[in-house]
């Protein structure tokens, strides 16, 4: 029976007027235009491309190693049995899990380094480039060069959630476009920043009261970690490190 025909889909919010350039960057790119959504100040537009299936020789392989996996872990098991350990060592430790809905392994919280150094934090108020960056296009050069300069930085700015929409198939993880400074959502001044593939419990919310759930309007003070700027999507991609409750 020949496989199901499988798309991968995407969503891009652009300026209006920018359509067509964002359309041909992302065709350009293997993506298939499907629909625009057109807004007030931002139209969102929508794409798919089909998913590479995954080759049945290789699941093949797969299954096999696994099958390998197992046969090595009972052999382990077999001969640590024969150690010849006393009934203390013996003795199971109680087992503890923290349930984190649709959380993934590589979601897990990195043990904190207490004796490394303190890095300085990048505002508005201490580096000229992240200035004129607020200040530039969604597509400006300016988001170029300040992402190949400070990737892997850690900046702070003023905010709200200019868009929020489910990442693929998940229900508690969204991608979120955030507007840089105080006019809320409706702002055009500024890049796109975004946060792709995250939930409630990334964002490290803070303040004197943190809410349960957020959503697109709601303003925070973005603490993140500077990625890579998109110059097909004029997407400026972030990672949170914290968010604080204004």
């Given at each position: 029976?020949?496989?199901?025909?499988?798309?991968?889909?995407?969503?891009?919010?652009?300026?209006?007027?920018?359509?067509?350039?964002?359309?041909?960057?992302?065709?350009?790119?293997?993506?298939?235009?499907?629909?625009?959504?057109?807004?007030?100040?931002?139209?969102?537009?929508?794409?798919?491309?089909?998913?590479?299936?995954?080759?049945?020789?290789?699941?093949?392989?797969?299954?096999?190693?696994?099958?390998?996996?197992?046969?090595?872990?009972?052999?382990?098991?077999?001969?640590?049995?024969?150690?010849?350990?006393?009934?203390?060592?013996?003795?199971?430790?109680?087992?503890?899990?923290?349930?984190?809905?649709?959380?993934?392994?590589?979601?897990?919280?990195?043990p904190a380094i207490s004796e490394s150094p303190a890095i300085e934090v990048i505002t508005s108020r201490n580096n000229r480039a992240f200035t004129a960056l607020l200040k530039a296009d969604t597509c400006d050069e300016a988001n170029v060069d300040f992402a190949a300069e400070y990737a892997g930085r850690t900046v702070a700015f003023d905010g709200s959630i200019a868009d929020m929409a489910p990442h693929g198939d998940y229900d508690t993880r969204y991608d979120l476009l955030l507007a840089p400074g105080n006019k809320g959502p409706e702002s055009t001044v500024g890049p796109a920043f975004k946060y792709e593939d995250v939930s409630v419990f990334d964002l490290n919310l803070t303040g004197d009261e943190t809410p349960a759930a957020v959503g697109e309007g709601d303003r925070f003070r973005f603490v993140a970690e500077v990625r890579e700027f998109n110059t097909v999507q004029c997407l400026f991609y972030l990672d949170p490190v914290s968010t604080e409750v204004r």
């Open positions: 029976m020949a496989d199901e025909i499988r798309y991968k889909y995407t969503t891009v919010r652009a300026v209006r007027g920018t359509d067509s350039l964002v359309i041909s960057r992302m065709q350009k790119d293997g993506w298939e235009f499907v629909d625009q959504e057109p807004g007030m100040i931002r139209s969102t537009l929508s794409f798919r491309r089909l998913k590479k299936p995954v080759p049945w020789r290789l699941l093949g392989v797969g299954a096999a190693v696994l099958a390998v996996v197992a046969v090595a872990g009972v052999v382990a098991a077999a001969l640590g049995d024969e150690g010849g350990k006393t009934d203390s060592e013996t003795k199971a430790a109680p087992a503890t899990m923290t349930a984190t809905p649709n959380r993934k392994p590589s979601d897990a919280p990195t």
